[in-house]
């Protein structure tokens, strides 16, 4: 099993910045990855950016150029800038095993006001 602790999240103006954070601990096993996904009220949980424990990275199309992944052993960053009213979403932590099994945070709300 995999605890996920999320935090930051909030409400912003467009254009500002959030910066979020998310532990893992428990069964943490070598070859894994962690990211953010975000998801709106009836949509599909979207990826927004992953890094593996070798440091390949990932960003969803809509986010390229404006947020930054990075990664300290068990703990992944997100920093956004440049935010747009449409980042509006519900953020979730996730780390994925080696074996493809996926573990989730409990979400931070991210708000970003025109």
């Known amino acids: 099993q995999v605890q996920l602790v999320e935090s930051g999240g909030g409400l912003v103006q467009a254009g500002g910045s959030l910066n979020l954070s998310c532990t893992a601990s428990?069964?943490?096993?070598?070859?894994?990855?962690m990211g953010w996904y975000r998801q709106t009220p009836g949509n599909q949980r979207e990826l927004v950016a992953t890094s593996t424990s070798g440091g390949r990275i990932n960003y969803g199309d809509s986010v390229k150029g404006r947020f930054a992944i990075s990664r300290n052993g068990n703990t992944v960053y997100l920093e956004m800038i440049s935010l747009k009213p449409e980042d509006t979403a519900v953020y979730y932590c996730n780390h994925k095993n080696p074996f493809g099994y996926d573990y989730w945070g409990q979400g931070t709300q991210v708000t970003v006001s025109s």
């Open positions: 428990g069964t943490i096993l070598r070859g894994n990855a």
